[in-house]
């Protein structure tokens, strides 16, 4: 695989390249429904890149695409020119997925959460973990939790959890779905800065899927809109400020018209 | 045409499942841990209620037979009859209906609600396979801990008929001659036809229990939709299998 910018592994002095992950003519249906249509474009390595939309727009189907939970129904996802959708070259490249929920397994303690994808896959020995875990947890300040079981953490608690068991499995590629949905907005804010951090220390290619403006403009090195499955907008956050199109800039910049409102305009 | 279709499906999804959790055999030593859990959840827990149900199983067989074998003079031959029926038939059934009851149901819905909360795509994302950790160590355990259930329902069951013989009057037979009955019409082959059929029956309902559990779709409703599926599901397969069992065991 061609090699990218590096990413510095967190639990060692190691560098990994980080992944370039390029989306060629995607489309997916499901039956007559078409979710995601000629998708194309390309994510830098090491950048972060910031996918936002309307709901149901096909943000979280797309971020499917690329750990193969969904196959599309034409085109491709390529991973530094390799189809992700073989299963050789995504157990070669690490990536890890932070689900919108958090996906924690329920039945594990926080450290067991951790652990898992290490054990698993006998990549160190009990102490390494251990250590490894740890320091997980030490970087995301959540060392207190490590005993607890996820039903005993709060959201925002859940969503850095579900970021350090990615961490752990220290990726190439980290995906983000929603990170900060269902969060107030201080912990919204403190996991945009996890996640800015987490670039910057590691540099890991960082795609998040968001409907987090404050997010997309502070963080993101670029910003992609994707409505009715279309990408309607592509570049850099500092483009999301002016939108001529003016579904996005509804999208960007909605204003609340209590004398029009839109359910009205949507029933008829 | 279209429940045909589902049926087809369900039985591929389900072979394809025990090929990927065979697949993955060779792991199983350093799953000792989530053996011997699946173990208790599946044999020690459902213990006592094999229990309490095999005894009072044959102690109403041995109850019924008394009343209707005291008429021609038979009544000498309780022991054999619930012997052979505990062993044969009755203790791998309904074992097997316990399990599918009380583990079948509660793996549907574990396995369900971790695919309805996406844990079982987290799995995938970190490359580990869902039949490994989640189906392996479940199959191995029903394959371990049903013919210790089947054999302790026949024992139980045989001594609640023993009991119900001795002190019920009008059947008035001691254990002794129960006993001695038991042994003289029933072979090793009669206990290891039922044991060969509650291994059957256990690993069909286990197989088939995390299939429609993963296969769930939808949000919280669908668990519950899924765990009536696998557990009617499981009954009438095990009514189904026992006949055809039964006549290859012949």
């Known amino acids: 695989m061609p090699s990218c910018s590096p990413t510095r592994n967190p639990f060692t002095a190691e560098e990994t390249p980080a992944v370039a992950v390029s989306f060629e003519g995607l489309s997916k249906s499901f039956g007559d429904h078409v979710v995601l249509k000629d998708i194309t474009f390309n994510v830098e390595p090491g950048e972060i890149f910031v996918l936002m939309g309307p709901s149901g727009s096909g943000k979280s189907v797309l971020l499917k695409h690329i750990v193969g939970l969904e196959a599309p129904t034409s085109g491709r996802v390529l991973l530094d020119g390799h189809d992700a959708a073989d299963e050789e070259v995504r157990a070669q490249i690490r990536i890890g997925l932070v689900f919108q929920a958090g996906a924690l397994f329920n039945s594990l303690t926080v450290y067991d959460n951790l652990a898992l994808y290490l054990r698993e896959h006998r990549l160190s020995t009990e102490p390494k973990i251990r250590e490894k875990v740890m320091h997980a947890l030490k970087i995301l300040s959540l060392e207190n939790t490590a005993a607890k079981f996820p039903s005993e953490l709060s959201g925002g608690m859940k969503k850095r959890v579900a970021i350090a068991r990615a961490l752990v499995m220290?990726?190439?590629l980290l995906l983000y779905d929603e990170p900060t949905s269902e969060l107030d907005?201080?912990?919204?804010?403190?996991?945009?800065?996890?996640?800015?951090?987490?670039?910057?220390?590691?540099?890991?290619?960082?795609?998040v899927v968001s409907h987090d403006r404050d997010l997309a403009r502070s963080i993101a090195d670029r910003v992609g809109i994707l409505m009715d499955g279309k990408l309607m907008h592509l570049g850099p956050p500092s483009t999301l400020q002016n939108p001529s199109d003016p579904r996005l800039k509804d999208f960007l910049n909605p204003k609340i018209d209590l004398k029009n409102p839109r359910f009205k305009k949507l029933e008829t | 045409m279209?429940?045909?279709?589902?049926?087809?499906?369900?039985?591929?999804?389900?072979?394809?499942?025990?090929?990927?959790?065979?697949?993955?055999?060779?792991?199983?030593?350093?799953?000792?841990a989530r053996f011997i859990e699946q173990c208790y959840l599946i044999g020690y827990t459902t213990l006592p209620i094999v229990a309490i149900l095999s005894f009072f199983i044959g102690s109403v067989l041995a109850l019924q037979a008394g009343y209707s074998m005291q008429n021609f003079g038979a009544k000498q031959f309780i022991g054999s009859l619930v012997g052979l029926s505990l062993a044969r038939e009755l203790g791998p059934v309904m074992v097997a209906i316990l399990v599918a009851g009380r583990v079948g149901s509660a793996i549907a819905a574990e396995l369900a609600s971790m695919k309805v909360y996406q844990e079982v795509d987290a799995l995938e994302t970190m490359n580990i396979p869902p039949a490994r950790i989640l189906v392996l160590p479940r199959l191995a355990a029903i394959l371990f801990?049903?013919?210790?259930?089947?054999?302790?329902?026949?024992?139980?069951?045989?001594?609640?008929?023993?009991?119900?013989?001795?002190?019920?009057?009008?059947?008035?037979?001691?254990?002794?001659?129960?006993?001695?009955?038991?042994?003289?019409?029933?072979?090793?082959?009669?206990?290891?036809?039922?044991?060969?059929?509650?291994?059957?029956?256990?690993?069909?309902?286990?197989l088939v229990c995390c299939n429609i559990g993963l296969n769930t779709r939808g949000g919280p409703r669908?668990?519950?939709?899924?765990?009536?599926?696998?557990?009617?599901?499981?009954?009438?397969l095990i009514l189904v299998l026992d006949y055809f069992v039964t006549k290859a065991l012949l």
Do not use: C
Not at chain 2, 168 to 173: H, M
């Open chain 2, 222 to 236: 669908e668990i519950g939709a899924s765990v009536t599926r696998a557990v009617v599901t499981s009954l009438i």
């Open chain 2, 145 to 206: 801990m049903m013919p210790v259930l089947a054999i302790i329902a026949d024992l139980v069951g045989w001594f609640g008929g023993a009991l119900v013989s001795n002190y019920v009057n009008f059947i008035g037979i001691d254990s002794e001659a129960y006993f001695a009955a038991l042994r003289r019409y029933m072979h090793f082959k009669d206990v290891m036809n039922g044991l060969i059929k509650a291994e059957i029956f256990g690993f069909v309902v286990v």
């Open chain 1, 170 to 172: 220290e990726p190439q």
């Open chain 1, 185 to 207: 907005p201080v912990m919204s804010a403190t996991i945009s800065e996890i996640i800015a951090a987490l670039k910057d220390e590691y540099h890991v290619t960082s795609i």
């Open chain 2, 2 to 32: 279209k429940q045909l279709t589902a049926i087809l499906e369900g039985i591929g999804s389900t072979l394809q499942l025990l090929a990927r959790s065979a697949a993955h055999v060779g792991t199983l030593p350093r799953q000792r």
